[in-house]
C-alpha cells in the first residue's frame, strides 16, 4: 500500500476478499476522518427516552415470557408422555 513497499492495494483487497474500490474508498475516508467520526448525538425529549427505556423493559419481560411459556408446554408435553407410558403398564 501507500506506506509499504512491495505490497499493492489489489493484492491487500484480494487477500480480504474485498472489491480494491472499497479499499481505496476506506483510504480515503480515513485520510478525510470521514471514516472514524464519532456518531452524531441525537436529541430526544425526556418523555420520549422514558417511553423508549420502558419499551426496552417491556421488550424484555415479554422475551422471558415466551421462553417460560415455551418451557411450561415442554413440561407438560413431558408429564402427558410418563402419564401415558404409566398407565400403558
Do not use: F
Not at 11 to 16: R, T, Y
Request: glycine share 2%; proline share 3%.
Amino acid at each position: 500500500m501507500s506506506k509499504i513497499d512491495n505490497i499493492r492495494a489489489k493484492d491487500v483487497a484480494e487477500a480480504l476478499c474485498i472489491h480494491p474500490i472499497m479499499l481505496y474508498r476506506w483510504r480515503m475516508e480515513i485520510r478525510n476522518g470521514t471514516l472514524m467520526s464519532k456518531p452524531k448525538q441525537i436529541n430526544i425529549d425526556p418523555k420520549t427516552s422514558t417511553e423508549l427505556k420502558r419499551l426496552k423493559e417491556l421488550e424484555r419481560e415479554h422475551n422471558l415470557l415466551k421462553e417460560e411459556h415455551e418451557l411450561l408446554k415442554k413440561a407438560i408435553q413431558h408429564s402427558l408422555e410418563q402419564k401415558k407410558k404409566s398407565s400403558n403398564l
